[in-house]
Structure formats: C-alpha cells, structure tokens
C-alpha cells in the first residue's frame, strides 16, 4: 500500500503563496489519482482538487477555482499543491489523498497545517 507525507504547511500572511508536497513512499504513484482535501477547525472535510494519473487532467472544488495549482511528478513519486493569493479562509489541515484507479481503495496523509494571517 501507498504510504503519504504531506509538508510544506505553516503561517503565512492574507496574499502569500504556499507551495504544499505530499511525498508517497511504498508503491508508485502512478497508479493513483492523486488530490487534496482540507479541513478547517469545526468543520467537515472538503475537496480540493484532484489530478490525473498522467497530470493532464485536473479540477478543484468550487470553494478554490482560480487559486490553487496541483501538479505531480511521477519519477519522484511526489504531488504538489501551489496556492496563490491566500485568504484567512484557507486556514486549514491540507491533506494528501491517493486513490488505486485499479482497485479504487482510498488513502490519506497525516495532514499539514496552514494557517493564513489577516
């Protein structure tokens, strides 16, 4: 099975940029559509994005549409999520997601804190 480390998450101010990686070690990731989720405090999860197992396809949550960037290297086994412009709404657990496209079993990250200042 796919094991995920995200990393990347920390204080930053209303504006900034952030640049998350989730790291997978176990099984290649070439085998999974790969994607991020977050939760806030109090709230539920929610999506974020997703991207393709060959990285040309991807699509975001509603809630991100025009500010959030995912993008994957296979050969370093790695899956980044860039987010621009970032609002105190964005605080969040960001957290790494894999799904086998074979088998369609779903895993998770730890999960990485990021926390936007007003």
């Known amino acids: 099975q796919v094991q995920l480390a995200e990393s990347g998450g920390r204080l930053v101010q209303a504006g900034g940029s952030l640049r998350l990686s989730c790291a997978a070690s176990?099984?290649?990731?070439?085998?999974?559509?790969m994607g991020w989720f977050r939760q806030a405090l109090g709230k539920e999860r929610e999506y974020v994005g997703s991207?393709?197992?060959?990285?040309?396809?991807?699509f975001f949550g509603d809630s991100v549409k025009g500010r959030f960037t995912i993008s994957r290297d296979n050969a370093k086994n790695t899956v980044y999520l860039q987010i621009d412009s970032l609002k105190p709404e964005d605080t969040a657990v960001y957290y790494c997601?894999?799904?086998?496209?074979?088998?369609?079993?779903?895993?998770w990250g730890q999960g990485t804190q990021v926390t936007v200042s007003s």
């Open positions: 997601h894999a799904r086998n496209w074979y088998s369609g079993r779903d895993y």
């Open positions: 991207i393709s197992r060959n990285g040309l396809r991807t």
């Open positions: 176990g099984r290649t990731i070439s085998n999974y559509v």
